[in-house]
């Protein structure tokens, strides 16, 4: 608003910032004199001469200063193994985290309901600027003849930006689904075996067999020996 004077006279003011509540803002302790000295033209008109801080050309500025006070996020990364085929067994598949340069962090197995839970990650940053931590996460196959394992390669971006409010805001995504889910999918095939009532068939072909050999060895060498008129005495 306007200040109106109807004398002549020094008049003195002092203008100062009056802080908010916001914790993440540092707010002027600036303190600006203000006189304003009013005088009679010899024309019937007041003019008013202002000066801040003793400088006619002085001018007011409060400089804030925005700093982020809560920096710290974590993300834990949970996924799921499915098998189709059996029921699973606890700690029986494994599974990798690899940061963005391909070098394993940690390997963690399943539990008995398959789900399966990596270490807490830690992240600073954010401010006044955008900050991403890319990983993958991929099962690491077994040697286990019956499994199939799901050759599946999941990409988890994470990103930190200030949220305004003197924090940073954690996102994630995995495969550019934000807050995606890891699930590795994998499948049991029994191995097939003889079945123990189709032995006796081929056990009882192979005597009938060696038994029809022997006989008809045995007719040739009576025979031969007829032939030849040699009999044993």
Known sequence: DELSFTKEGVYTFSVKEKPGEESF????KEVYQIKVTVTDNDAGKLIAAVTVNDKSDGKIVFANDYQLTDTDR????????????RDLV?????????????A???????????AFTFSKLSFQGGENEIVKYTYTVKEIAGSESTITYDKAVYTVVVTLMDNGQG????TYTVNGVENGKLVFNNVYVELETPETG????????????????????LVLV???RRKSGKWAA
């Open 25 to 28: 803002i540092h707010f002027s």
């Open 74 to 85: 974590e993300l834990v990364l949970t996924g799921t193994k499915k098998l189709t085929g």
């Open 90 to 102: 606890a700690g029986e598949f494994a599974f990798g985290l690899y940061d963005e340069k391909g």
């Open 104 to 114: 394993l962090i940690e390997t963690v197995t399943n539990d008995a309901s398959g």
């Open 167 to 170: 924090g940073t805001e954690l």
């Open 198 to 217: 189709d032995e006796f068939p081929v056990m009882l072909m192979t005597a009938l067999m060696l038994m029809s050999a022997t006989g008809l060895a």
């Open 222 to 224: 009576l025979l031969k």
